[in-house]
């Protein structure tokens, strides 16, 4: 795992966790957002040694 992160569609959304698996396996986001709609979108960069 090189990077990840994230895009919320409003800045109301907090995300107090973001960063990556222990095992270097993916990445983790928790986002906690406001009672309307809104939405998360999550990247992960991987690459092979």
């Keep these: 795992m ?3 992160g994230y895009a919320a569609s409003t ?3 907090n995300v107090p966790v973001n960063l990556p698996l222990l ?3 993916g990445w983790r ?3 906690i957002g406001p009672a309307t709609e809104w ?3 999550a990247y992960a960069i991987c690459a092979n040694p």
Aim: hydrophobic content about 40%; cysteine-free; charged content about 35%.
């Design 2 to 4: 090189t990077a990840g």
């Design 39 to 41: 939405a998360l979108d």
């Design 11 to 13: 800045d109301d959304v």
């Design 23 to 25: 095992d270097g396996t």
């Design 29 to 31: 986001i928790r986002a």
